[in-house]
């Protein structure tokens, strides 16, 4: 059981290139979301999912869109990256905050740094 | 919008010392989550405090939530090193179009504990 996992650790990225950050988690969960953290900001939710097929704005969504073709994979992409999205980006997991007990799993994080 | 305020940003105490660091939040909420990160790792769920009044404890930690006045408070008992890291706390906030909540994360109390 490894819980949620995170592709790649690192990245440096140039202005203007893409990538995509995977998330998996093999615990079933309903919900994914993606954070970026970034220092004296704590988190900020930038999309989340409550389900295969399905994704929705969070706080900090702008430059980034996501899939979720799967129900174990969440897919984070920047098509054009910006020296401003340099941060630590955390994947989460959980069964949804609306049940009771629900809590999130957090996920290593990728630490991306664009130039 | 909800804003989630902590208070101290940063805290440096000795070993054997008492400390509560504070946690408020601008909109109505009946849950609130406490975590726990070392640096360069990822987050930890410490506690989930699920209505007004809840009181959890693990080992030198104690968390409470005062749903009326907006407030959760994070007590540690007789510090040790080992309890040095970062604590954020974190409220569900339904962002708009997506069905369900996401977290709202403080920016985080950096604790440092010396001998």
């Known amino acids: 059981n490894a819980g949620v996992t995170q592709t790649p650790k690192f990245r440096v990225l140039k202005t203007g290139q893409s990538m995509t950050l995977l998330c998996a988690q093999d615990m079933n969960h309903e919900y994914m979301y993606w954070y970026r953290q970034d220092p004296g900001m704590g988190l900020r939710l930038i999309h989340y999912s409550v389900g295969e097929g399905t994704t929705a704005k969070g706080e900090v969504p702008d430059g980034y869109n996501v899939s979720r073709l799967k129900k174990q994979n969440f897919l984070l992409g920047l098509e054009s990256a910006a020296p401003s999205q340099t941060s630590v980006y955390f994947c989460?997991?959980?069964?949804?905050?609306?049940?009771?007990?629900?809590?999130?799993?957090f996920g290593p994080g990728t630490r991306l740094t664009v130039t | 919008e909800l804003k989630v305020e902590q208070n101290p940003l940063f805290l440096s105490m000795q070993e054997g010392k008492n400390y509560t660091i504070y946690c408020n939040y601008s909109t109505t909420s009946d849950r609130l989550y406490w975590y726990r990160q070392d640096p360069g790792k990822s987050l930890e769920s410490l506690f989930v405090l699920l209505s007004n009044g809840a009181v959890k404890q693990e080992g030198r930690l104690m968390a409470s939530l005062d749903t009326k006045a907006r407030l959760s408070t994070l007590h540690i008992t007789a510090a040790v090193h080992d309890l040095s890291a970062t604590y954020f706390c974190?409220?569900?906030?339904?962002?708009?179009?997506?069905?369900?909540?996401?977290?709202?994360f403080g920016k985080g109390t950096h604790l440092i504990i010396q001998p």
């Open positions: 974190a409220v569900p906030f339904m962002y708009s179009g997506g069905g369900a909540d996401g977290l709202t």
């Open positions: 989460a997991s959980s069964y949804g905050l609306d049940r009771f007990r629900a809590v999130e799993y």
